[in-house]
């Protein structure tokens, strides 16, 4: 099982980044999949979910309106555009597969 995350980076306030999480050694369209986030001395929190099929998603309300989480089950990949990007959004950003795989993070900086 490999989860793995990019898309990461340095972004001013206001702007955009699109996170992706390619996964592979599992059955990808089976799986609930989600989005945490960690930041310094913060435990880990839940930023957003979506089910196997892609129907249902649900936010964190400190991300509802800003960010999308989305799939895309034919190529093993899940999405998170994250707009409106605020300093307090700054964290190392996890993709997770209901099962308890993991991926390895990928850091996120919001800084003017």
């Known amino acids: 099982v490999q989860l793995v995350e990019s898309g990461g980076g340095l972004m001013q306030p206001g702007g955009s980044l699109r996170l992706s999480c390619a996964a592979s050694g599992f059955p990808f369209s089976s799986y609930d999949m989600r989005w945490y986030r960690q930041a310094p001395g913060k435990s880990r929190e839940l930023v957003a979910g979506i089910t196997a099929a892609g129907g249902n998603t649900h936010y964190a309300d400190s991300v509802k309106a800003r960010f999308t989480i989305s799939r895309d089950n034919a190529k093993n990949t899940m999405y998170l555009q994250m707009n409106s990007l605020k300093p307090e959004d700054t964290a190392v950003y996890y993709c997770?597969?209901?099962?308890?795989?993991w991926g390895q993070g990928t850091q996120v900086t919001v800084s003017s």
């Open positions: 997770y597969a209901a099962g308890g795989y």
